[in-house]
């Protein structure tokens, strides 16, 4: 007798990448307002590799970390972490693996890299939005904290999610 062997798979996945992505928060450079982390990769990557479904581990990742599990950067956790000036990059990791995922349904390159690429801005709009709001700080300000120092590292990071998805 077998199970359903692609509900195990799924499940297999949504185990690793909640662990990878609360990992990649423990690997952080601490730059005020906002630490640079793993994790946007690791959010990718599970766009990469599950498509759609990638908004399974994004969603119990977060949802563990609501909870007070310390799977937040550097062991945060809480509700308080999303009310605070990261809270909107990581509920920006909800649209974005979506987007990226069904972008990964799709054979065309282009629309894989356009998806990661749309996916890394949604988590930058989701994220200067949010800390304007939360700070009071002015937008332009929010993006010259919040995205400019960033956008080296996220472009290495999207550049090694594409790469791995065409390797698998």
Do not use: C
């Amino acid at each position: 007798m077998y199970g359903d062997e692609k509900r195990s798979y799924q499940v297999s996945l949504t185990a690793a990448f909640v662990a990878l992505i609360a990992v990649g928060g423990w690997v952080s450079l601490p730059i005020p307002p906002i630490p640079v982390t793993l994790q946007t990769f690791f959010v990718l990557l599970a766009a990469v590799v599950m498509g759609r479904y990638a908004l399974l581990p994004v969603g119990v990742y977060l949802l563990l970390g609501i909870l007070n599990m310390p799977v937040f950067h550097n062991g945060l956790a809480g509700i308080g972490v999303l009310m605070g000036p990261t809270g909107g990059y990581l509920i920006g990791f909800i649209p974005a693996v979506l987007v990226a995922g069904l972008a990964y349904e799709q054979e065309n390159r282009i629309i894989r890299a356009g998806g990661i690429a749309a996916a890394t801005l949604i988590i930058y709009l989701f994220g200067i939005t949010w800390m304007s709001y939360s700070t009071g700080m002015a937008l332009a300000q929010a993006v010259l904290l919040g995205v400019v120092p960033f956008v080296a590292g996220d472009v290495l990071k999207g550049i090694a999610a594409f790469i791995i998805g065409e390797r698998i």
